[in-house]
């Protein structure tokens, strides 16, 4: 299934580049925002109708990578929304991270995940825009169906 998504290779570097903009006015960093992506997967939903075919963003997974946002966000330091004393977390707040326990943390920040679940799906909303745009969405969407066939 991965030959449809190989196609979309070059269309995704410029959409990142045009993209970059967007992240930064959001409340992501662009390592996070990497991450973000590493855990999105794009799909085609009604890949069968030309008409209504659309590209997605599946996070299915982003949610796992949460709490490595936030222990990004805390290795940052205090202009990048880290830690608010500024210092470094103590040896047991670091044992525990490392380990995936984090002692002021109750669970996935769930505002914080829609809004990467929501700018996800803003730059699959482009990328389709970018490919429609160059006639190139179409043949994008016959790989997909040919791909699930098989």
Known sequence: MSEWRDMLVGDRMAVDQAFTDRVQGSEFTNQEWGLIMTATELDIENADDPEAARLVADTAAVESIMPE???IRSRSGPMAG?????GDPGIVDSIKGALGFSSDD???DEEKLAAAEALAQEYADELQQ??????????VRKAYVESVER
């Open 106 to 108: 109750d669970g996935v």
């Open 82 to 86: 880290g830690t608010e004393s500024g």
């Open 69 to 71: 946002l936030a222990t």
């Open 130 to 139: 970018h490919l429609e745009a160059n006639d190139a969405f179409e043949a």
